[in-house]
């Protein structure tokens, strides 16, 4: 099937089986990997993009249903420029260690303070509940976000 | 992991969507997916045919009109949990869809496809029975409206037809009521292992009339008549409240469901727990 979906700005046309997920035409058609698969259960988070504004797991939506559509990934957020003031947060506040889970994260992250410029730790932890990471234990993703939203003018 | 090959279609009317339905034995209709696709990613679902209802426009609004407010079944949680008419007509139903899942869930997942999916795990079902909505369906035979009590049959089985589509969700104004969901989540998934809403129509310190529904730990959500009978006329003293959670906890005997990390018995335990927290949160106690 033919679909016509905007990534980071670029108007992309391609035929795709109608089983392919939004994810794997971003990391195997596109060849954008910055968006992780952490999961067969649509639970990790690793895959968040958004879509038309939107936070989306996408390993849990459809390329086919995506046609027509803007889409924003991780690679979105720094091309060839200065890093986005969370990428920078997550830097500093050392909001990572192996990094699989910082993509989703992050783009969550982003969509979370869209919501809610100013969140307190808690509504961070609770607004983050769709993104697991194994590593960190979360403290400095907290820190982080907390960090970016005062960067961002929160 | 890939699901199976499918067909897919865009519908461009419901009328179309239900013709396609109807002609196509293994079609399933698509929403918000948020169901869907996991479970086709599981093969747990294998249709053969996608029909994409997420387009069309008239199912997303949500308005009120006279005593009623009526959700259109292509609703998001998210877009319910801001609704500033569903805050004051069903404030339940509003901070419910405000705890499904995860945000990136609330943002996609649809009222309608909830209901219809009927997993006993889900939040919205529960609380459209608490609040004794009716559901709207239209069919090639036409259109019906289904009682809440009558919508949810078994586990993932409603009073839904081959070839139906939920259209509308509709609830009586419950302003007046005191009314709470609250709910033990799943820690990975969010999902309720134990969900109560009671909502609670009063009289000073007196309750006149409670509707008590439970999901998670049933098959499918149900109410509990021994509760709210125990409820009404009480003044939702502890005594009361004790006696409820009892009532509650035998009422939900038969409907029993339970997994390795939280068996039957849990569930049942938790339950009484959850309706005496849902009637504090409805009293703001
Ligand atoms: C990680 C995760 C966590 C979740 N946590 C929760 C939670 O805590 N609580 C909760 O309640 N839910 C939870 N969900 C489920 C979520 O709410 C789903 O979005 C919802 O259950 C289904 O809605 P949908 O629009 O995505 O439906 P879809 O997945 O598109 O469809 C589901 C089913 O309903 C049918 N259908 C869809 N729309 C209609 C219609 N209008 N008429 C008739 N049939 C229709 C479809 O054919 C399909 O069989 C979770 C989902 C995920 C992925
Ligand atoms: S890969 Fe999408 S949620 Fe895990
Ligand atoms: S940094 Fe390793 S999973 Fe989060």
């Given at each position: 099937m033919q679909v016509k979906i905007t990534v980071n700005g670029t108007l992309h046309e391609r035929d795709v089986t109608p089983r392919t997920l939004l994810v794997h035409f971003l990391r195997e058609d596109l060849a954008l990997t910055?968006?992780?698969?952490?999961?067969?259960?649509?639970q990790c988070g690793s895959c968040t993009v958004h879509l038309d504004g939107k936070a989306l797991k996408s390993c849990t939506m459809l390329a086919v249903q995506a046609d027509g559509s803007d889409v924003q990934t991780i690679e979105s957020l720094a091309q060839d420029g200065p890093l986005h003031p969370m990428q920078e947060s997550f830097w500093e506040k050392h909001g990572l260690q192996c990094g699989y889970?910082?993509?989703?994260?992050?783009?969550?992250?982003?969509?979370?303070?869209?919501?809610?410029?100013?969140?307190?730790?808690?509504?961070?932890?609770?607004?983050?509940?769709?993104?697991?990471?194994?590593?960190t234990g979360y403290q400095n993703i907290v820190a982080a976000v907390k960090n970016a939203s005062e960067k961002m003018g929160g | 992991m890939y699901p199976t090959e499918i067909d897919y279609h865009r519908a461009s009317s419901i009328a179309e969507a239900i013709e396609l339905l109807s002609q196509n034995d293994d079609?399933?209709?698509?929403?918000?997916?948020?169901?869907?696709?996991?479970?086709?990613?599981?093969?747990?679902?294998?249709?053969?045919?996608?029909?994409?209802?997420?387009?069309?426009?008239?199912?997303?609004?949500?308005?009120?009109?006279?005593d009623k407010i009526s959700i259109g079944a292509l609703a998001t949680h998210a877009q319910i949990a801001a609704s500033a008419d569903v805050q004051s007509y069903a404030p339940a139903l509003a901070s419910a869809a405000g705890i499904v899942g995860d945000q990136q869930v609330r943002n996609w997942g649809t009222i309608g496809g909830n209901l219809a999916h009927a997993d006993p795990a889900s939040d919205p079902p529960t609380v459209v029975l608490a609040y004794d909505g009716v559901i709207h369906i239209q069919g090639q035979s036409g259109s019906r409206s289904v009682n809440a009590q009558d919508f949810f049959v078994d586990l993932f089985a409603t009073a839904l037809e081959p070839g139906e589509i939920i259209t509308r969700i509709e609830l009586s104004n419950?302003?007046?009521a005191k009314s709470a969901y609250v709910k033990l989540s799943h820690p990975a998934s969010r999902y309720a292992v134990v969900g109560v809403c009671a909502v609670l129509?009063?009289?000073g310190s007196t309750c006149t009339s409670a509707r008590v529904a439970v999901g998670g730990a049933t098959m499918k959500a149900v109410r509990s008549p021994g509760a709210e009978s125990v409820l009404t006329g009480s003044s939702l003293d502890d005594s009361a409240l004790n006696a409820a959670a009892a009532a509650v906890k035998s009422d939900i005997e038969e409907f029993l469901i339970g997994d390795m990390s939280y068996p039957e018995?849990?569930?049942q335990a938790m339950a009484g727990v959850y309706l005496k927290r849902a009637v504090h949160a409805a009293l703001g106690s």
């Open positions: 910055g968006t992780k698969i952490g999961c067969d259960t649509s889970c910082t993509p989703g994260m992050i783009m969550a992250s982003i969509a979370l303070l869209e919501n809610n410029p100013h969140p307190s730790d808690e509504e961070i932890r609770h607004g983050l509940e769709g993104n697991l990471c194994r590593c | 079609a399933k209709l698509l929403a918000g997916g948020h169901s869907l696709i996991p479970a086709m990613k599981l093969r747990l679902a294998q249709p053969g045919l996608l029909i994409d209802i997420s387009h069309l426009e008239e199912l997303k609004s949500i308005f009120v009109s006279g419950s302003s007046s129509e009063m009289n018995d849990y569930r």
